[in-house]
């Protein structure tokens, strides 16, 4: 029997083809194209110069009053967002229960030109629309927005939603622009895909795909558009910027889309293709159709909507998703125009320039990305009710520990280090004295590379795990990264305001947040699911969140998910806040099936996972341990201990109030923090809570507690203190005070935060 369907009821999209998705499918049926010369005097020096841009008066005619003094990306945001929830006809639904996945590839700058988080744009359209689900900010670049609405149907599958907004958004920055000018990937006129691959255009917009169970939408009188009836991801582990030319990771997410979709080859009847117009991406999607379709292959349709919108990256997969979704309802493929009618003859069928009735049952719309992230999703017209099946709830452990900090470097490391006491001084790991890499690799990597491929072997070698090279094209990886690379960013920009047209390309394909990911997959061969998570603090568990629902979907046995983050040089140092720090941190995750069929013995096991908006408080937190969602029974009992004074541990941020609502919600639970011992290395500390809550449970053992009267809510020493003076307990109410805790815990909550924007919970318990 098959999952429940999760069906698409709102559109909405904005970009150079059109201000909302009536004016975009008409221009798409006209062969209206958007690009042309970008009229800003700065973009003059460059050769190429034409772009998808979205013309001011589209964006300015849908926002009024506070919302017109938003940056660009926010202002697209919120329009396409708007227009897809309008579309779908809501009315009293639970903010609570309405989440939002968007895909971005760049930072945007605010108005001082600083780097905004790149979460900022989801907490505007969030916080504008009332949305308090699920948040998950998806940077795996031209990947990004395909991307996001796999994972909205992932939310939804879990229970943890009922509606999301899922899509993504980028502007035209002149910065990225001059990066792909470096790369000679760009065109000097309008693309022309498939035919004369010469170059990209970038462009700009976004585009929302509202999702909703099928039973629920016919429930409240919604008009299905669409099925979302499967996705799939995949990574080449080939190269930072260019494709596998074997076209084998393309070819491999579409076999997992369909396989997720219960859907064959058989069944398509148009793919929508990503469609750059660059040779290297042009052969590849070529090569992914033949290897794909076989002798079919020519008989399927496929064209590409860049040759009217350009390449807006974090939002190409929303904008073709949006597309297929419309070609479903219309029957009707759109062309690729500017096709040259002088091409060569092929052996597929590109549509050229002239959009073609047809019947249309299943899209496959893909996107395939800088390094090395490929999505594709299966769209099909909605089916009727039908009877279905819940996920399963899988159990899934942790297996695996490796830690890359200024004070560790391995699991026996940290382990001295929490033992002895030793504090964070804001020093990089120390990572000379073995090979984590290939030479060849590693000189050409940046340091949040290298810190997050060192974390990765460790972690690896410490869950025992042995697999052949044919398993690890289904090994899963989820990156987590609050910022990703600061070298990288300031090197790239430094070169950009000497001359735009000598940009530190090494530099420019290190930008994107996804690459560390991908330098992760290339340097240990992992081909399976693979994203990346950008929410901040809270992105460590967020990613662990996406491993669990990989495992549960069975989309993956094994799972390696790695955070990494670094601080910028010349940083002032704020008082009384915890020195600014680099690091890394990975863990291995396994089915609970899987580690037990190859003997292996977890840390700890995941009973529940939750993320919510909104600062922690007390009865806060008593809300999200209600709202975690897990494996039944053992997410309850554990819920039960956690409640009834039995032995539990708190990991938290160190953040101020902390401490005061955990007390108020778990009087019987003890507190602690990384922070003294790691410092801050945003994501990276995120996931060194995950793993220190799993060392307690396994090993007994904790960083003690460096406690301040601010801990307490009327500003005095805190009531209990862990065995400070060696008359109590380690392990018995208040803080750690002891690093060795006297026996293992049977339960820690692991906390996590990205300041007024999501806040996070997950429950691991002994295995």
């Known amino acids: 029997m098959a999952l429940r369907p999760i069906v698409v009821t709102g559109l909405g999209i904005i970009c150079a083809a059109g201000r909302d998705p009536a004016e975009f499918w008409q221009r798409l049926l006209s062969g209206q194209g958007g690009l042309a010369p970008v009229a800003d005097e700065a973009y003059a020096v460059f050769e190429a110069r034409y772009a998808g841009q979205v013309p001011d008066e589209w964006i300015t005619s849908q926002l009024t009053g506070p919302d017109a003094d938003l940056d660009r990306t926010a202002q697209l945001a919120l329009i396409a967002a708007r227009q897809a929830v309008e579309e779908a006809g809501l009315n009293g639904y639970d903010p609570d229960r309405f989440g939002i996945i968007l895909g971005k590839c760049q930072a945007t700058p605010d108005a001082a030109g600083l780097y905004q988080p790149m979460h900022r744009t989801q907490d505007v359209v969030a916080e504008r629309l009332g949305l308090g689900g699920p948040r998950i900010l998806v940077s795996t670049a031209c990947a990004a927005g395909g991307n996001a609405v796999g994972l909205a149907k992932d939310k939804i599958l879990t229970g943890e939603a009922d509606m999301v907004l899922a899509g993504g958004v980028d502007p035209l920055l002149f910065g990225t622009y001059a ?103 042009d052969a590849m999607e070529a090569k992914v159709m033949r290897v794909v379709f076989g002798e079919r292959a020519g008989q399927v349709p496929t064209s590409s909507i860049k040759s009217y919108v350009g390449h807006t990256l974090g939002a190409a997969g929303a904008v073709e998703a949006v597309a297929s979704v419309l070609a479903l309802r219309h029957g009707i493929a759109p062309p690729t125009i500017g096709f ?92 000379e004295g073995r090979t984590f890499a290939p030479r060849s690799l590693w000189r050409h990597m940046n340091h949040l590379s290298r810190m997050a491929i060192a974390a990765s072997r460790l972690a690896w070698e410490d869950s025992g795990l042995k697999l052949p090279r044919k398993a690890l094209d289904d090994v899963g990886l989820v990156f987590a990264t609050g910022a990703g690379s600061a070298e990288s960013t300031g090197g790239f920009d430094e070169s950009i305001a000497l001359n735009p047209n000598k940009p530190a390309v090494l530099s420019f394909s290190n930008v994107v947040l996804n690459a560390t990911g991908g330098a992760v997959c290339q340097t240990l061969g992992l081909r399976g699911p693979t994203t990346t998570i950008c929410n901040g603090a809270a992105s460590a568990s967020i990613a662990l969140d996406c491993a669990v629902e990989m495992i549960r979907a069975g989309k993956a046995e094994v799972v390696l998910v790695v955070a990494a983050d670094e601080a910028a040089h010349g940083t002032a140092q704020p008082p009384g806040e915890p020195v600014k720090a680099s690091g890394a941190v990975a863990f291995v995750v396994e089915s609970a099936e899987h580690c037990a069929g190859r003997d292996g013995t977890p840390y700890a096991k995941i009973l529940g996972t939750g993320h919510h908006p909104g600062d922690l408080t007390g009865p806060g937190l008593t809300r999200d341990l209600d709202r975690l969602h897990g494996p039944e029974p053992a997410l309850t009992r554990g819920l039960d201990r956690l409640h009834d004074g039995g032995s539990a541990l708190v990991l938290g941020t160190g953040a101020g109030g902390e401490a005061a609502a955990v007390r108020e919600a778990l009087p019987h639970a003890v507190l602690t923090t990384s922070t003294r011992l790691a410092g801050d290395c945003q994501a990276a500390t ?82």
Do not use: W
């Open 340 to 431: 040259d009618d002088d091409a060569e003859p092929g052996d597929l069928d590109f549509v050229p320039n002239k959009a073609r009735p047809m019947p249309i049952d299943t899209v496959v719309s893909n996107n395939y990305a800088f390094g090395g992230n490929n999505v594709s999703l299966v769209l099909t017209t909605p089916q009727s009710p039908r009877e279905y099946e819940e996920l399963p709830r899988r159990e899934a452990v942790i297996t695996g520990l490796g830690p890359a900090l200024g004070t560790a470097t391995g699991i026996a490391e940290l382990s001295a280090a929490i033992l002895t006491g030793r504090e964070a001084t804001g020093e990089a790991p120390s990572l």
């Open 179 to 281: 990066g792909f000018a470096g790369l000679q990937a760009l065109s000097t006129g309008p693309c022309r895909p498939y035919s004369h691959s010469d170059g990209l255009n970038l462009g700009e917009g976004a585009a929302f795909l509202l999702l909703e169970p099928l039973d629920l939408a016919l429930a409240r009188g919604a008009r299905p558009l669409a099925e979302v009836a499967g996705y799939g991801l995949s990574a080449d582990a080939y190269h930072a910027t260019a494709p596998d030319p074997t076209g084998r990771g393309g070819a491999s997410a579409v076999r997992r889309a369909l396989a997720d979709a219960g859907l064959t080859t058989a069944d398509v009847g148009y793919v929508s293709g990503h469609g750059t117009g660059t040779p290297a991406n």
């Open 686 to 767: 995120g996931a060194l809570n995950l793993a220190l809550g799993a060392l307690a449970i396994r090993d007994g053992i904790a960083p003690a507690h460096e406690s301040t009267t601010a801990d307490s809510p009327d500003g005095s020493a805190p009531a209990h203190d862990g065995s400070r003076d060696g008359s109590a307990p380690a392990l018995e109410g208040g803080f750690v005070g002891e690093p060795e805790l006297g026996a293992p815990v049977e339960r820690a909550l692991v906390l996590s935060e990205s300041p007024g924007s999501v806040r996070g919970a997950v429950l691991l318990g002994a295995a």
